[in-house]
């Protein structure tokens, strides 16, 4: 389970280090566009579900053809290295104008990488309609 927020610094080759109490889980796992400006990566287990979701869309829809490209054909895998650290390919750093500055969010079975700028842009804007957002999700019963 990933959950918290923590800051880190990509390298010139484009290196993040995991927060060291995700590396055991996360030795290979995939990384992809995510929505918001952001990355999502996931263990390799978490990702299965979910690719084989977007994959069996039907492709006789266009949003669905389109998500599932979005989604799939963005995504890699990626190895730790022996420092804890993932290469981010350059496609997926400009997809998130990711440039030194990074966040890693733990978002229970993902982790959002995210340029820190847009990340407490993100957050501040959020955190003004938190209410609303709760009152809107009331019925999922999540306290």
Known sequence: ???????HNLDNKGRLAVPAKYRSELKKAIV????????????KKD?????????????????????ARFMLASATEV??????RIVLPEYLRLFAGLSKSAIVAGLYNRLEI????????YQ??????????AEALSEVNVE
């Open 114 to 121: 995210w340029d820190e700028e847009r990340w407490n842009k």
């Open 32 to 43: 992809t566009k995510g929505f918001d400006d952001c990355l999502f990566l996931y263990t």
């Open 79 to 84: 190895e730790l290295d022996k420092q804890g």
């Open 124 to 133: 501040t804007e959020t955190e003004k309609h938190t209410n609303e957002i």
């Open 1 to 7: 389970m990933f959950v918290g927020q923590y800051t």
């Open 47 to 67: 990702w299965e579900p979910v690719a084989k979701k977007w994959a069996e869309l039907s492709v006789s829809k266009s949003n669905n053809r389109a998500i």
